[in-house]
């Protein structure tokens, strides 16, 4: 019975400190400078966040306005070159420069399969000469995996269609191919996606029968779709954003099949495939088709529609993360997660006594005494695949980690 006790309180103990660990504060950051708008894009470029047309009222924007965190202010900046004015695009950065793709815009002709490059150094807007196809689409989700675009879902140019085509744009060859993916992945328009060690967590959106809360999660490294087996609950939700700190992916705002918009903020955590909610002080504003980018360590939260009017709000969201006794340890990064066999861990507390790998059962695999080091490898290969946790050990706590070794 004792046994027992201590394999059952070892296997929730990743669980139990995502469910009472997790907290963050909202704060207003500066608007001043920023247009109002909804269905609007975000890029950050050397600290600074780049933010992209856009409705603004009833009106297409064709705006590129800036914030700087550092200084909590505002710029718009004199450009050459063109934007294409949109609502419902997506926007990537691949070395340093920003790709602005898709959107939809009437006067062009509704969906837009338009793609436009920002250089944030030479304040130039260009349009590439592409080869391939751009399956035009509004409404999607688009992330940067190994100097490549991919996009996902979103409303095509046929009347009430959305797009099943994983369309994948390579900046280096200014080529657009359609990807011949295994797996399942539900067409859905106003998804939003993440990225967690090379992979890209494809979450919520709508489908014909309506909104979706699910995670289906692309490998580009095998064009494979896999779906995780979840717990915990993220509410079904459409016209969200999603930003990725620390390995963990927060989804922020959305709206509903009753056009509901919300103020929800619900976090995924992919090495234990569970969603939490967080206890946050201060005030989140409720809003769908808003967009939101990482600086540091914060999410700042730009935009959107808040059921009657077009918003112009700035919301920064700053989590903090405590382990039972110690906050330090919970830095802790794993990587490759899923593993082959090395393993990179980095940030380990100066005060670490030991690191010991564990299989389900508790039973101790490896074991490192005094590391005396914050970074170091350790090498899985001989261990045979499974789960198993990397649990650091100091004077006053215990934190531990699960790792998938294939």
Not at 71 to 100: E, H, M, N, Q
Not at 304 to 333: C, H, K, M, R, W
Not at 357 to 365: C, H, K, Q, S
Not at 366 to 382: A, E, G, I, R, V
């Amino acid at each position: 019975m004792k046994s027992s006790a201590i394999i059952f309180l070892f296997l929730l103990m990743p669980s139990l400190l995502l469910a009472q660990g997790i907290s963050g504060t909202w704060q207003s950051a500066s608007a001043t400078g920023f247009t109002a708008r909804n269905d609007l894009t975000s890029s950050v470029v050397s600290n600074k966040i780049y933010v992209i047309g856009g409705l603004d009222k009833s009106t297409l924007d064709n705006k590129l306005e800036v914030y700087d965190p550092s200084t909590d202010s505002w710029s718009t900046p004199t450009t050459t070159g063109t934007l294409t004015g949109r609502w419902g695009a997506s926007s990537c950065v691949v070395d340093g420069k920003i790709y602005v793709m898709g959107g939809f815009n009437s006067a062009k002709g509704g969906v837009l399969n338009v793609l436009e490059v920002f250089d944030p150094v030479a304040n130039t807007w260009s349009v590439p000469s592409i080869k391939g196809i751009f399956t035009g689409r509004d409404d999607f989700a688009a992330s940067v995996v190994g100097g490549k675009i991919y996009t996902f879902g979103g409303s095509g140019v046929a009347q009430n269609s959305i797009v099943s085509a994983v369309d994948v744009y390579d900046p280096a060859a200014n080529t657009w191919s359609t990807l011949t993916t295994t797996g399942t992945f539900t067409p859905r328009w106003g998804p939003t996606s993440a990225i967690v060690n090379g992979k890209i967590y494809v979450i919520g959106g709508s489908d014909q029968h309506g909104e979706l809360n699910t995670v289906e999660v692309f490998d580009p490294a095998t064009n494979s779709w896999s779906t995780p087996q979840t717990t915990g609950t993220f509410t079904a939700r459409y016209s969200l954003t999603s930003s990725t700190l620390d390995g963990k992916i927060y989804a922020l705002g959305g709206s509903t099949s009753n056009a509901d918009a919300l103020n929800t903020l619900e976090v995924f955590d992919p090495v234990t495939n569970v969603w939490s909610t967080p206890k946050t002080t201060g005030k989140f504003t409720l809003r769908a088709e808003l967009t939101s980018s990482v600086v540091g360590k914060s999410i700042y939260v730009l935009g959107g529609y808040n059921d009657s009017s077009t918003l112009n709000i700035n919301e920064v969201f700053t989590p903090s993360v405590n382990a039972v006794g110690e906050a330090a340890p919970l830095q802790i990064s794993l990587f490759p997660n899923p593993t082959n066999g090395i393993v990179s861990i980095k940030n380990i507390p100066e005060n670490t006594l030991r690191v010991s790998i564990m299989n389900l059962l508790g039973e101790t695999m490896m074991q490192l005494n005094n590391p005396h080091t914050s970074d170091f490898t350790l090498d899985l290969s001989k261990l045979v695949p499974g789960t198993y946790y990397i649990r650091f050990s100091s004077a006053n706590s215990v934190v531990t980690k699960a790792i998938i070794k294939n």
